[in-house]
C-alpha cells in the first residue's frame, strides 16, 4: 500500500505520497506542495533533508559506511576493476563486455588529438595560476573547439561528447601541471592505456623516456576509481543544475570542476596536505592543533576530517589509507606528514568532541599523502580530483538529460526591503 505524509498549516490539511528507494530510503514528494497550498515552499538551507532527484548511480549509506556504484561496492571496484570499466558501468550502467570496454577505449583515444588553439590559450596564463583555474578554463574552451558536442539530442551526439571529454580530459589535466611547473607540453600516447598515458602525461621528465611503474598505475588507478563517483555532492549537482538549462556537456563539467574547486569539498585534499606540513614545522604537535580544532574562537577546521553524509568510517578513507601505507612502503618514501596524519586521527577517534559529532577522517585525509609520494604538486591534488570524477559527473549529466529532468529552479524566501518609492540621490545632495 503507497504511504502517505500528513501536513497541516493554519488548520487546513495537506497529503503528500511517500516514495521509497531500492535500499528503503525515504522522501515525502513534495511535488504538489506550492500549487496546493497556493504559496508554501520548504526551506532547506545546505540541501541538508532535500533530495533533488532520483538517482540509479551511486549508492552511499553515511550511517553505515557503504558506498556502491550501480550496486557494486567501491572495495571490489577499487580491488578488482580498471578506471576505464568504473567510467563505462558509472556512465552505461553496465560493466563493459571485452569488446564493449575495447571499443570504448579506442572512441576515447580517437579523440586524444588536442587543438592547437587550446595551447595558445593556455600560454596566455600566468605561471602562477592555480591549476584548477587553467583546467576549468580548458574545458570550457572545449566548447569552442569542438561545437559538435554542443549537440546532444541523440544518443550517437551524446557519445561523441561523453568520449570526447574523456579524450581531450588528461591532456588538460597536464597542461595545467606542465605549464605551472615550466615543463614541455606533451600530447597523449594512444599506445599507452588510459591510466598510463596519464602517468606519462603527469610524470614525464625533460629529455628523458618515461618508464612506467607499476605501483604509481595501480595507486592512480585506485584512486581514480574512489574519487569517480559520489551521488548529489556540491560539484554533482553544480553540473546536474547548469545542464538542466540544456547547457552543454562542457559547460556542465567548468561548473562542476569550480564547484570542487573549493576547500569544503575537493580542495581539502590540497588544504589536508598544507595543514599536515604546516603542523610538522611547528614542531609536530598534534594536540595543539586538535585543541584549534575545537575551539569555537578559532576558525581553524581539521581538514579531511567530517562529512555531510558520512557519519561513521568513509570506506574511500580506509581504502586510501591502506593504499598510502602501500605506496610508501614501495616507494621507499618516509614522510612525517602520514606519521602527523594517523596521530591526528587517533586523538580524533578518542576525543569527544569528534566521537559525539560524528567526524571521521574523509577520502581527502591520506589521498594528498599518495599523490605528494607520487612527485605531484600539492595545487595539483584537486585537479586529480576533478580526473576521477569526471565519470561521476559525466553519468550524473546524462541520467538528469535522459530522465528529462526540469530546470533546476529553486524557490527563495524574500527577507529584503518592502516597496519604497523611488527618489534619486541627486535631488536629495
Ligand atoms: N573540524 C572541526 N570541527 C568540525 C569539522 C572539522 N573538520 N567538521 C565539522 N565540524 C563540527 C562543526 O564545527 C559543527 O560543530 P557544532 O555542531 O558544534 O557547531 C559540527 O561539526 C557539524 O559540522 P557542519 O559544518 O555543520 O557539517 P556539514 O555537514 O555542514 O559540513 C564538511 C561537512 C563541510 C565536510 C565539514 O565537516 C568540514 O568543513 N570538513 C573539513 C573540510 C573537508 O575535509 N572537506 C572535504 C569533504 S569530502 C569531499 O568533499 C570530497
Known amino acids: 500500500m503507497s504511504k502517505i505524509a500528513s501536513l497541516e498549516i493554519n488548520g487546513e490539511k495537506y497529503e503528500f505520497p511517500v516514495i521509497e528507494g531500492t535500499e528503503n530510503e525515504t522522501a515525502i514528494n513534495i511535488k ?19 533530495g533533488s532527484c532520483q538517482s540509479a548511480i551511486t549508492y552511499l549509506d553515511g550511517e553505515q559506511g557503504i558506498l556502491r556504484y550501480r550496486g557494486y561496492s567501491i572495495e571490489d571496484l577499487a580491488e578488482k576493476a580498471s578506471f576505464l570499466e568504473t567510467s563505462y558501468l558509472l556512465i552505461f550502467g553496465e560493466l563493459p563486455s571485452k569488446k564493449e ?27 602562477e595560476s592555480h591549476p584548477m583555474g587553467i ?47 615550466n615543463l614541455t607540453q606533451l600530447t597523449s600516447d594512444p599506445k599507452l592505456g588510459y591510466v598510463e598515458n596519464i602517468a606519462q602525461l603527469l610524470f614525464k621528465k625533460e629529455g628523458e623516456a618515461y618508464e612506467q611503474n607499476q605501483i604509481i598505475n595501480d595507486a592512480l588507478d585506485k584512486l581514480l576509481i574512489l574519487h569517480a563517483d559520489h551521488e548529489q555532492n556540491c560539484s554533482a549537482s553544480t553540473v546536474r543544475i547548469i545542464g538542466s538549462s540544456h547547457a552543454s556537456l562542457f559547460a556542465s563539467l567548468t561548473g562542476g570542476i569550480n564547484a570542487l574547486w573549493g576547500p569544503l569539498h575537493g580542495g581539502a585534499n590540497q588544504a589536508v596536505i598544507e595543514m599536515l606540513e604546516n603542523i610538522v614545522n611547528d614542531g609536530g604537535d598534534s594536540k595543539k592543533y586538535m585543541e584549534k580544532a575545537k575551539d569555537k574562537q578559532d576558525s581553524f577546521r581539521l581538514m579531511g576530517f567530517g562529512h555531510r553524509v558520512y557519519k561513521n568510517f568513509d570506506p574511500r578513507a580506509r581504502i586510501v589509507k591502506k593504499t598510502a601505507d602501500e605506496v610508501l612502503n614501495d616507494l621507499g618514501v618516509k614522510d612525517p606528514t602520514l606519521d602527523i596524519a594517523k596521530a591526528l586521527e587517533k586523538e580524533a577517534l578518542e576525543d569527544p568532541y569528534f566521537v559525539d559529532r560524528k567526524l571521521y577522517p574523509n577520502v581527502d585525509f591520506y589521498s594528498g599523502i599518495i599523490y605528494r609520494a607520487m612527485g605531484i604538486p600539492t595545487d595539483m591534488f584537486t585537479v586529480l580530483f576533478a580526473l576521477g570524477r569526471l565519470p561521476g559527473w559525466i553519468a550524473q549529466w546524462k541520467e538528469m538529460r535522459t530522465n528529462k529532468e526540469p530546470i533546476g529552479r529553486p524557490r527563495q524566501i524574500y527577507t529584503g526591503e518592502k516597496h519604497r518609492e523611488f527618489v534619486s540621490s541627486t535631488v536629495n545632495s
Do not use: H, M, W
Request: hydrophobic fraction near 35%; glycine fraction near 8%; charged fraction near 20%.
Open 32 to 50: 504538489t506542495l506550492r500549487g496546493a497550498t497556493k504559496g508554501v515552499i520548504t526551506i532547506d538551507p545546505g540541501f541538508k533533508n532535500t
Open 101 to 127: 570496454l575495447e571499443t570504448f577505449e579506442t572512441d576515447i583515444k580517437s579523440k586524444y588529438p588536442t587543438p592547437d588553439g587550446l595551447v595558445k590559450i593556455l600560454e596566455g596564463f600566468p605561471k
Open 135 to 181: 583546467l576549468g578554463s580548458l574545458t570550457c574552451a572545449l566548447n569552442a573547439f569542438f561545437p559538435e558536442c554542443n549537440q546532444t539530442n541523440t544518443e550517437n551526439e551524446v557519445y561523441n561528447a561523453i568520449t570526447t571529454a574523456l579524450g581531450q580530459f588528461p591532456t588538460l589535466v597536464s597542461l595545467a601541471l606542465r605549464k605551472t611547473q
